[in-house]
């Protein structure tokens, strides 16, 4: 028998904090974050954080558990939810996976395998001295020659997957997203159902713009000046997610608060496209239009999970 797990998925600001605890309530689950950046302790705001007021009582794994300087990437992703799913499952409750990084969800979802090369640290040395010279958008350019696909996939500031996916083509002459696109077409290990929550466009963005000026009356800037004062620098993955990129330009001078915020939203926006694209190319996803309360969306779901067999019975929700 197949392990069951649910993925609650969507574009940034689309509405999945509350539905997840709602949904985690109501079937006993137990949330795994499947966010890039809400695993970092101190960075509450920029994140969009659950905290714990939020939770509802429901454990949330993969929260608050490294710190800005540590290593995080997805074979890390990967191997904790694995181990957040195991223990999970130990208590007879059943995992769901929450977040907006698609490429997390695929690499446990299929199970995908980045073992398959090394890393080669000259090589990978060599591309990051390269980055410092010319720029970000000079290694991207170069992925692209090569790769099309994972340049697209891939946004150019996010230096340390273009440098991964130059290395796998420097390694073995072939491209990284023929590699993942196999991985991807393998057979799922869970009993799973994938539901991607969305809205209409105009609706999504509006909430993003409130969000961004939400973030800036909690405190966003003097969340990433503590940051900056503990020795956080632009180089590190953590800082470079949206909010902190921006934040520390204007607190280095380069352009004003005025103009950060701009960029932010601007960029978040981008985001939520970019997100919506991967999850039209993934294969068996379920789309929730969130057009209703979380209640009204629940019901839309409960018969979904009974049909794959994820909750037993009639669905009848545990509270």
């Not at 137990?30 to 695993?39: G, L, T």
Request: glycine fraction near 6%; charged fraction near 30%.
């Amino acid at each position: 028998m197949k392990q069951p797990l649910i993925i609650l998925t969507g574009p940034t600001a689309v509405g999945k904090t509350a539905l997840s605890i709602r949904l985690a309530k109501a079937i006993g689950a137990e949330i795994i974050s499947a966010d890039s950046m809400q695993v970092y302790r101190h960075m509450d705001i920029g994140s969009a954080k659950v905290m714990p007021d939020e939770m509802g009582g429901i454990p949330h794994h993969l929260v608050d558990v490294l710190e800005p300087w540590d290593e995080f990437n997805v074979v890390r992703f990967q191997e904790m939810a694995k181990q957040a799913a195991e223990e999970i499952r130990s208590r007879n409750h059943i995992p769901l996976v929450v977040g907006g990084t698609g490429f997390y969800i695929q690499a446990l979802l299929y199970d995908i395998d980045f073992t398959e090369t090394g890393e080669d640290t000259s090589y990978r040395r060599k591309m990051e001295e390269l980055a410092r010279e010319k720029g970000d958008e000079y290694l991207h350019d170069m992925l692209r020659q090569v790769d099309p696909a994972s340049a697209d996939a891939i946004h150019f500031h996010n230096v340390k997957r273009v440098i991964r996916a130059l290395e796998y083509f420097h390694q073995t002459g072939e491209k990284i997203s023929e590699h993942n696109e196999r991985e991807r077409q393998k057979e799922s290990p869970y009993q799973f159902v994938y539901f991607v929550l969305n809205r209409e466009r105009s609706d999504l963005y509006e909430r993003i713009d409130r969000r961004v000026d939400q973030m800036m009356e909690q405190g966003l800037l003097d969340e990433v000046k503590k940051l900056k004062a503990m020795g956080c620098t632009r180089e590190m993955v953590s800082m470079q997610g949206l909010g902190y990129k921006e934040m520390l330009s204007c607190l280095d001078g380069e352009i004003s608060l005025e103009e950060a915020v701009y960029i932010l939203k601007r960029d978040t926006r981008h985001f939520a496209k970019r997100q919506l694209t991967w999850f039209k190319r993934e294969r068996d996803v379920t789309w929730i239009q969130a057009d209703g309360d979380e209640e009204t969306l629940l019901g839309r779901m409960m018969p979904i999970l009974v049909e794959k067999g994820i909750v037993p019975g009639d669905g009848a929700f545990t509270e």
